[in-house]
Antibody, heavy 121, light 107 residues
Framework: QVQLQESGPGLVKPSETLSLTCNVSGGSIRNYYWSWIRQSPGKGLEWIGYIYYIGTTNYNPSLKSRLTISVDTSKNQFSLKLNSVTAADTAVYYC???????????????WGQGTLVTVSS | DTQMTQSPSSLSPSVGDRVTITCRASQSIGSYLNWFQQKPGKAPNLLIYAASTLRSGVPSRFSGAGSGTDFTLTISSLQPEDFATYYCQQSDRTPYTFGQGTKLEIK
């Protein structure tokens, strides 16, 4: 059974960088797409971006200028960095596997439990 | 971006009721529409993908239909464990987008 676990600081100061890592266990990170999703009361569920295991990325244009997603296949994990954060970036952040193939799309089948990140001084 | 609009926003059905939730896309997304169930404090859980394919292990009382811009999720006979919030999500093009959610509340 694939399991995903987010880790990182729960509190980040405004203008600083939010950094999270997702550890994947019970399966390989290879051959899949991996996404970050966030959820806040004000904006609902928001797709942040994805990375393919070889490092190809696709970011939400609304966050692209502040965002970096990377992968480390040797550690079976992938990471998120969002810089210049504001209170609007306060949310529960989920890491997600896109493991169900439908035609040319990859659907989100496994999610981490989520981690709350609060942006506040 | 493709906007996803769900209706209703909330519903108060009874156990045993047939429930239908609607999701409309702002442009055609083919059949690239997924449905998730989320319970409080938990991550969303994929129920249906490609508009009508039931994920393995999901009870058969859940079904999905539609293509293009209009989609539905139906629960044929609501069970106590089905009280949750349901989201549609399009995977036709990035940025992937979600509906605002439909909350099923106990009457």
């Amino acid at each position: 059974q694939v399991q995903l676990q987010e880790s990182g600081p729960g509190l980040v100061k405004p203008s600083e960088t939010l950094s999270l890592t997702c550890n994947v266990s019970g399966g390989s990170i290879r051959n899949y797409y991996w996404s970050w999703i966030r959820q806040s009361p004000g904006k609902g569920l928001e797709w942040i971006g994805y990375i393919y295991y070889i490092g190809t990325t696709n970011y939400n244009p609304s966050l692209k200028s502040r965002l970096t997603i990377s992968v480390d296949t040797s550690k079976n994990q992938f990471s998120l960095k969002l810089n210049s954060v504001t209170a609007a970036d306060t949310a529960v952040y989920y890491c997600v596997r896109q493991g169900i193939i439908t035609g040319t799309r990859f659907e989100m089948d496994y999610w981490g439990q989520g981690t709350l990140v609060t942006v506040s001084s | 971006d493709t906007q996803m609009t769900q209706s209703p926003s909330s519903l108060s059905p009874s156990v045993g009721d047939r429930v239908t939730i609607t999701c409309r896309a702002s442009q055609s997304i083919g059949s690239y529409l997924n449905w998730f169930q989320q319970k409080p404090g938990k991550a969303p859980n994929l129920l249906i993908y490609a508009a009508s394919t039931l994920r393995s292990g999901v009870p058969s009382r859940f079904s999905g239909a539609g293509s293009g811009t209009d989609f539905t999720l139906t629960i044929s006979s609501l069970q106590p464990e089905d009280f949750a919030t349901y989201y549609c999500q399009q995977s036709d093009r990035t940025p992937y987008t979600f509906g605002q959610g439909t909350k099923l509340e106990i009457k």
